[in-house]
């Protein structure tokens, strides 16, 4: 299996480049699902992995950016039939590459195109399987990886970690979209998106599309500044433009090499490129920045907390933690909580915002009540009205469990003992 961080450790990987624009620069305009082309132009994506190889990437990704059920369907063909034939087409591509060097191949997973609930219809269960099903489909087809990129929302990249790491065992980079206020199109900055994905566990993990370079070169500090995990990079070739009804791209190949080149030298590990980016960026790409050896990864060794917008770190200045969500000793909360009163429980939630704490305590531990369902429950509807991550209050594993699986950030979890029994039983949660 691809060691990620033992590789990098020795020299950069190098992505290809896009998929995407080069069809639509090759006539594929317009296409509601481009994946098709894997069943019905084999030899058209094949070639574009062909090229890119031999500008010299390591890494090429699959014909699958939008390949999951909700895309999918009303089409001719299911998403494990069309993941399996794209996987193949570029598994095939690079075995017949790999001479001097290994290459490898990266199951490309891009976002629903659909809102997570409760601002969209999509389950987070549903979100989870539909990715699941995709990176199962990868790993049994030659996949070397799976790669998450252009999220813009940390709940949908949630259920898209979960989904790979539950149904398969490859290694996971996991990239995501910023503006260039370095935010997420549903707010979250980047310490947030940093605290959720190796709270989560990934290979590595990074910024793609949206942006070009020159942008990304001015993010990227505050990126390294926060993670203990390799880093991935891959701008569009500059900020995108309409000329005619079509997205243009400025950046040319070599200010495109030198900029990476700078981005490489920051302490990117695996960099490679996004909309706009032909196979002479990539080229130019490689011979730019193939002799730098990469800059050492320190662990930040911070305790940190999130939820989606935010990130909380808990060191020498006190964190306020509101308790107010916590039935002990208050007769109106427990009443709320048994009467499922959860307006009363929000409001309670936005006053604690308003006046300063850091995150919120959330607690339903009453006897007389299905704890497991009423803290789902809770911190389904709190994470939807507050913006502060929340502490996880509770003596039963599976309360615990249940509500971790639903919350949207890295949240800290109270009432957690020192007995043998209590750690093996909530330390392995997600």
Known sequence: MLQIKTVTDERILFFDGAMGTTLQSMGYRGMRFPEALNMTDPAVIRGIHEAYLRAGCDIVKTNTFGANRFKAKGTAYSTPQVTAVATKIARSAADTFSGSRQRFVALDIGPTGLLMQPLGTLAFEDAVSAFGEMAKAGEENGADLILIETMNDTYELKAAVLGAKEYCSLPIVATVTLDEKGKLLTGGDIGAVVALLEGLRVDALGLNCGLGPSQMLE?????????????????????????????????????????????????????????????????????????????????????????????????????????????????????????????????????????????????????????????????SRLQAVVTLPLQIDSSSPAAIGAALRQYNGKALVNSVNGKKESMEAVFPTK
């Open 219 to 379: 993010i990227l500090p505050d990126l390294l500044s926060l993670t203990s995990v390799p880093v991935a990079v891959s701008p569009n070739a500059g900020l995108p433009r309409s000329v005619n009804g079509v997205a243009s791209f400025d950046v040319a190949p070599e200010e495109f090499a030198v900029a990476m080149r700078g981005i490489a030298s920051m302490g990117a590990r695996l960099l490679g490129g996004c909309c706009g980016t032909t196979p002479e960026h990539i080229a130019r790409m490689v011979s730019a920045a193939m002799d730098i050896r990469p800059a050492s990864i320190r662990d930040k060794q911070r305790t940190v907390v999130s939820s989606y917008s935010q990130a909380i770190y808990i060191g020498d200045a006190p964190t306020i933690i509101g308790e107010r969500i916590n039935p002990t000793g208050k007769k109106r909360l427990k009443d709320a909580l048994r009467q499922g009163n959860y307006d009363y429980i929000l409001g309670e939630a936005v006053e604690q915002q308003r006046s300063g704490a850091h995150m919120l305590d959330v607690n339903a531990g009453l006897p007389d009540i299905d704890e497991k369902a009423v803290m789902s429950e809770l911190v």
